[in-house]
Each structure stands twice: as structure tokens, then as C-alpha cells.
T-cell receptor, first 110, second 118 residues
Framework: GEDVEQSLFLSVREGDSSVINCTYTDSSSTYLYWYKQEPGAGLQLLTYIFSNMDMKQDQRLTVLLNKKDKHLSLRIADTQTGDSAIYFCAESTGGFKTIFGAGTRLFVKA | GAVVSQHPSRVICKSGTSVKIECRSLDFQATTMFWYRQFPKQSLMLMATSNEGSKATYEQGVEKDKFLINHASLTLSTLTVTSAHPEDSSFYIC??????????????FGPGTRLTVT
């Protein structure tokens, strides 16, 4: 069945780049997302990429998609303590039904 | 951005009792809302799609008689966990799609409700 996997924990130093990786199994995925969840808050859409794209850049965020390997990554440049949160990778084939990973907890050390 | 609230944020109940969780869209109307469940260190799992004015659509393996969903208005959906058992202890999250977002499939999520059944 459909599955999205990501590592559970990542620790980086402030100012370094963070790279969060994700793999998915559904080859018909059309949209791939990164959501951010801060403590006590709901998930917020951080960025997304269509499956016909290889890369998307938005300020400090860079999303890379390797469709052949079904691998998605999120790079955060110049990571700040405010970036500490849980980052969820997700995919859908269109419409609202979305399959989520378990989330990667990013810890930024000052 | 659009806000979705949930109430309560935490609830502890005894085994065999029922618990109601509310999900509200605060500044937009939502004819559809989604209910998810998350176990520690596991993925969000879609439980059901709540439709205003009609029956909810449940995902495979989710007991509709145990997880009662009512979507009585365009801003409120409720999830009632009936005859709760310790294995129902989990984090329940709702979401609502918004046409206001730049991305037509964007969902706005509530902060979640932590249910503990003793």
C-alpha cells in the first residue's frame, strides 16, 4: 500500500543547513508536501512540489524530488532556533486524501 | 491564514465512557473536514472525511459505530469516541480545506486533541 517514510530525528547547529529526507512508495503521486508543526499548533503547509518538477526553491527552503528513486528532500539553509519543529513529508495523487510520514523532529542547537 | 481550532486540547476519560472532540473553522466555511489519528512516532492516519449535511466517509478499518462523526454546520465537525478503551488513546487531529489558499488542495490543521483512556 501507500507509504511515506522519514527519519524521526535530526539535530543541527544554528547557522548550518538542515536536510530532511523522505521516501514514498506511490509512483502515481502527483503532489508532494512538506508540513511544519510547532509545539501546540496544527500542521502548516510549508511548501509543496508537483511531481513533474525536480526542484523548488523558496527563500531558505529548497525541495528536491527524485521521482525515479521516489525520494524527496527538504533543505533549510542557515537554520535558526525558530526552525525547531516537526516536519512532515506527505504525498497525494490529487484531491485532498493525503498520506503522511511520521514526522522528523528537527532540533537546532544554539 | 485560516484557523482551525479543536476542543479540548487534552482529555482523560475512564474506560467505557464516551468523549466528544470538536473541530471548528474560525474564519472560513468548511463543507468538508478530515479527522486523523496519530500514534507516537507514527504517521497521521486519515480516519474519515466529514461532510456537512451528510454522512461521513470512513477509511477502511475504521469502525463508524465507534467513531461517530457529526458535521452539523459549515464551521463545526465533532468526533465522538464511544465506549472508549485504552487502545483508543491517541492524538486526534482535524483539518479543513480552504479555497482561500494559493494551493487549491491546501489543508488547514487544528492543533490536535490528546485523548488518554484509563
Amino acid at each position: 500500500g501507500e507509504d511515506v517514510e522519514q527519519s524521526l530525528f535530526l539535530s543541527v547547529r544554528e547557522g548550518d543547513s538542515s536536510v530532511i529526507n523522505c521516501t514514498y512508495t506511490d509512483s502515481s503521486s502527483t503532489y508532494l508536501y512538506w508540513y511544519k508543526q510547532e509545539p501546540g499548533a496544527g500542521l502548516q503547509l510549508l511548501t509543496y512540489i508537483f511531481s513533474n518538477m525536480d526542484m523548488k526553491q523558496d527563500q531558505r527552503l529548497t525541495v528536491l524530488l527524485n521521482k525515479k528513486d521516489k525520494h524527496l528532500s527538504l533543505r533549510i539553509a542557515d537554520t535558526q532556533t525558530g526552525d525547531s519543529a516537526i516536519y512532515f513529508c506527505a504525498e497525494s495523487t490529487g484531491g485532498f486524501k493525503t498520506i503522511f510520514g511520521a514526522g522528523t523532529r528537527l532540533f537546532v542547537k544554539a | 491564514g485560516a484557523v482551525v481550532s479543536q476542543h479540548p486540547s487534552r482529555v482523560i476519560c475512564k474506560s467505557g465512557t464516551s468523549v466528544k472532540i470538536e473541530c471548528r473553522s474560525l474564519d472560513f466555511q468548511a463543507t468538508t473536514m478530515f479527522w486523523y489519528r496519530q500514534f507516537p512516532k507514527q504517521s497521521l492516519m486519515l480516519m474519515a472525511t466529514s461532510n456537512e449535511g451528510s454522512k461521513a466517509t470512513y477509511e477502511q478499518g475504521v469502525e463508524k459505530d465507534k467513531f461517530l462523526i457529526n458535521h452539523a454546520s459549515l464551521t463545526l465537525s465533532t468526533l465522538t469516541v464511544t465506549s472508549a478503551h485504552p487502545e483508543d488513546s491517541s492524538f486526534y487531529i482535524c483539518s479543513a480545506p480552504s479555497r482561500q489558499g494559493s494551493f487549491s488542495y491546501e489543508q488547514y490543521f487544528g492543533p490536535g486533541t490528546r485523548l488518554t483512556v484509563t
